[in-house]
T-cell receptor, first 111, second 112 residues
Framework: DAKTTQPPSMDCAEGRAANLPCNHSTISGNEYVYWYRQIHSQGPQYIIHGLKNNETNEMASLIITEDRKSSTLILPHATLRDTAVYYCIVRVEYNFNKFYFGSGTKLNVKP | EAGVAQSPRYKIIEKRQSVAFWCNPISGHATLYWYQQILGQGPKLLIQFQNNGVVDDSQLPKDRFSAERLKGVDSTLKIQPAKLEDSAVYLC??????????FGPGTRLTVL
């Protein structure tokens, strides 16, 4: 029961910013948006999460629209090692911390 | 801090055989999850434990899959008997209560 919608794939040139969109139009007030990525043959890796405000860490920035119905993950300077599947997940806080994974976006970073 | 450990990393079995996977979560994490990830799809939650108890096993095929978490720490997931469609990566994750999940490297199962 994925609660998010993402494009299946995107391309990005190495060194440029990668902007990955996510639609979560049915999000509730206390539900957080999480982003994970999965590099081939590895387990998903946490990137960033947010509730209402924009967030930034050493890996990425998360921009959440004011109505919270969509968000964008920004990798400011994509490298070839950022090639992965990126998952946008809404965490259902009052339902035992469930994560619902969709199919994600396959980001291809090209030289 | 040590991450989530899983073993084995790879397993090949024939259909109708049994198999077991082991997971050791991050120390202090009360919640443990088992996911199944079929090639090309996102992970699907099979079962979720909070301490010793099961909080969700609605997606677990209980006729062939079983899982336990003894003493609220390590966990094992078993499949008996395996079917061809069980070929997948089995991921274990752990978290503090109501916090982000940390994933292990997964076990790749091939059923021939």
């Amino acid at each position: 029961d994925a609660k998010t919608t993402q494009p299946p794939s995107m391309d990005c040139a190495e060194g440029r910013a990668a902007n990955l969109p996510c639609n979560h139009s049915t999000i509730s007030g206390n539900e957080y948006v999480y982003w994970y990525r999965q590099i081939h043959s590895q387990g998903p890796q946490y990137i960033i999460h947010g509730l209402k405000n924009n967030e930034t860490n050493e890996m990425a920035s998360l921009i959440i629209t004011e109505d919270r119905k969509s968000s964008t993950l920004i990798l400011p300077h994509a490298t070839l090692r950022d090639t992965a599947v990126y998952y946008c997940i809404v965490r259902v806080e009052y339902n035992f911390n469930k994560f619902y994974f969709g199919s994600g976006t396959k980001l291809n970073v090209k030289p | 801090e040590a991450g989530v450990a899983q073993s084995p990393r790879y397993k090949i079995i024939e259909k109708r055989q049994s198999v077991a996977f082991w997971c050791n979560p991050i120390s202090g994490h009360a919640t443990l999850y088992w996911y199944q990830q079929i090639l090309g799809q996102g992970p699907k939650l099979l079962i979720q434990f909070q301490n010793n108890g099961v909080v969700d096993d609605s997606q677990l095929p209980k006729d062939r899959f079983s899982a336990e978490r003894l003493k609220g720490v390590d966990s094992t997931l078993k499949i008996q008997p395996a079917k061809l469609e069980d070929s997948a990566v089995y991921l274990c994750a752990s978290s503090l209560i109501n916090a982000g999940q940390f994933f292990g490297p997964g076990t790749r199962l091939t059923v021939l």
